[in-house]
């Protein structure tokens, strides 16, 4: 799916809300807080990002080969996926935030050159089977320093869980080579970030959340960039639509047992999503 659909779908889903009666704004009390501060937001949606992965895995006297996914073993660097968030705000100015996607792939390739991977070495012209597969959780606090009736501004602290597992197989017995490796790993990541919105109109909003922190935690030491932006439609309560632009850009390194590991993976692409809203608002009365 190309973005010019996602933005197509976008502007039917305006057309469409502008059909609608009944629109709650035309309430003549005066708001607290932006229209888009629900109690409850559920979303849902598609995700579709470029991948650009690289990954080394090697044991003491074999450092490993720097192996990347695309160039080197023949993936995709786009594909589409759902993901999921529901956010809780605990009153106008307090939130909690959950989200969640993963993001599989897998390709069968002919190899350029000879990778060592975790120790055993896949040599040039041989035909690899090879996975590598990350699930995201990610959670947040943020406080709202700033809240007026058209705009918020604050600051979160959360963390993003980042589970990984990549792995190559020769596609078919080769005499003198080990038929298969594989590599997983769990890193939740702590970060610290910005948030924030702004109501353009009754019914147009912009909103943004950017995190990073680079941290070292016994064995594991990590990187993490994060960014959401999005633009968001209330076609009528209690739904919405958004057009927005994520990434994630991370890099690992993870020692254990003679095993050093290390993942550079970044994300950044366009999603479409759909959000329904619940709940009494407190501050709203």
Known sequence: MKVTGL???????ILYGNS??????????????PWFVEKFKLTAGFFYPV?????????????????????DLGFKSE?????????????RRSRINLGYYKIDRSSTHTLAKDITFDGNTYEVNASVNSFFNTAIYQFSYGYSIISKPKYELGILIGTHTIGAKAGIALNGATMGASTSNDYGFTAPLPDLGIWGGYAISDRFALNLDMDYLSLTVNSIAGRLLAYNFVIAYKLSNPFSVSLGYTGLNFQV?????????????????????????FGKKSWAN
């Open 20 to 33: 609608q009666t009944g629109d709650s704004t035309s309430s003549t009390v005066k708001p607290l807080a």
């Open 7 to 13: 933005i197509a779908i976008f502007l039917f889903s």
């Open 51 to 71: 991948n650009n992965t690289t990954i080394r895995v090697g044991i003491s006297g074999s450092p490993g080969t720097d192996i990347d996914f695309v160039k």
């Open 253 to 277: 390194d993870k020692t254990k047992n003679g095993v050093n590991g290390f993942l550079r993976w970044g994300y950044n692409g366009p999603t479409l999503a759909a959000t329904f809203s």
């Open 79 to 91: 594909i589409g996926t759902f993901l999921a968030n529901f956010q809780w705000r605990i009153s």
